[in-house]
């Protein structure tokens, strides 16, 4: 795809940082390497969880410069059966995408065609066959360290234990440059693909998964599976930039409400500081999806005065002015 002569400029300034960014994490991961083996006896063998009836549910955006466009996506991955291909047996994982422009006055779901995967595991290796490709790639192998780089993607950026739905899993980054697009692919044990972070120089996409039914576990939100498989319902409506509101009431006694926006998964914090600087209460501090939120902070115990509301998610910070009046 080409989006002009500065792409190729933006691509070769994103392969360097991407070297030392690997360089980097050769040197973390060699840190590191004592602590991560230590889980290695309590990942679950087979890795992922592929049996029948399992089923998955993603939530994606994208933004192009330029008034390009800026949409939305969802997809449900269920597992519906076994295959046999060249004697190995695979999980039959049927793939269901919906579709959602944010330029368009609707988010009714427009239902496309299914993809069929075939995905099997051999321990902590976790593999993808294909059909029209008619071959095995070989996704991650949960035992490999930092660095290791697969020939059809790239190297493992990043290799640790973290939070997954409502659960812990073992999450491996995988890097890919491919025409020009910095693409993270993420696997987590239990779950598999977790989804991916694009980028170039006048695109950004992203994808997570929100929720899982697994071995008849829920884990985060289902609640849409059924509506994209059928094609039949909402989507909910999702902000498309980050926002930090004025808190209601302004001035306030003793209590008051704070509503914020984040346009895209990440970790979330909420704090509030006093004049001099001092943090005074903590009432955000975790990963959130894309949404709209309000949270109310509580200010009995605290004195007149001014204080600042500071919301913080990735590289967005804001920062809000609030007055307490007793």
């Known amino acids: 795809m080409k989006h002009g002569r500065n792409v190729g400029l933006s691509g070769v300034l994103m392969a360097l940082v991407a070297t030392l960014m690997c360089t980097m994490n050769i040197s973390y991961s060699q840190q590191m390497a004592p602590v991560l083996d230590q889980g290695k006896d309590s990942l679950p063998d087979p890795i992922v969880s592929l049996s029948i009836g399992n089923k998955f549910i993603f939530d994606g955006w994208w933004h192009i410069d330029g008034g390009v466009g800026d949409g939305r996506w969802l997809f449900t991955e269920e597992i519906t059966g076994d295959s046999v291909v060249n004697n190995l047996t695979y999980a039959v994982v049927r793939r269901h995408p919906s579709f959602a422009s944010l330029r368009i006055p609707t988010n009714s779901i427009d239902s496309r065609n299914d993809t069929i995967i075939l995905r099997r595991c051999d321990g902590h290796k976790f593999y993808e066959y294909r059909p ?27 290799r640790q234990f973290e939070p997954v739905l409502n659960d812990t899993a073992l999450v491996i980054k995988v890097f890919v440059f491919y025409q020009e697009t910095m693409l993270n692919r993420f696997y987590a044990s239990r779950f598999g693909f977790e989804g991916y972070h694009a980028t170039s120089g006048v695109m950004n996409a992203n994808t997570d998964l929100i929720g899982a039914v697994i071995d008849n576990v829920v884990y985060g939100d289902t609640s849409l599976f059924d509506s994209i498989r059928t094609g039949i319902g909402e989507l909910p409506e999702i902000p498309t930039t980050y926002r930090l509101y004025q808190n209601f009431p302004n001035p306030f006694n ?3 409400k704070i509503r914020y926006e984040i346009s895209q998964r990440g970790r979330v ?54 007055i307490l009046l007793k």
Not at 136 to 158: K, N, Q, R
């Open 132 to 158: 029209p490709l008619d071959s095995e790639l070989l996704l991650v192998d949960f035992d490999d360290s930092t660095g290791v780089e697969y020939p059809h993607y790239g190297p493992i950026m990043s």
């Open 254 to 256: 003793p209590s008051t």
């Open 269 to 322: 914090t909420v704090k509030i500081f006093d004049m001099l600087g001092r943090e005074v209460a903590s009432l955000v501090d975790n990963m959130k999806e894309a949404g709209s939120y309000e949270v109310e902070w509580d200010a009995s115990r605290f004195a007149s005065g001014m204080y600042f509301c500071v919301i913080r998610s990735g590289w967005f910070t804001q920062m809000r002015k609030m």
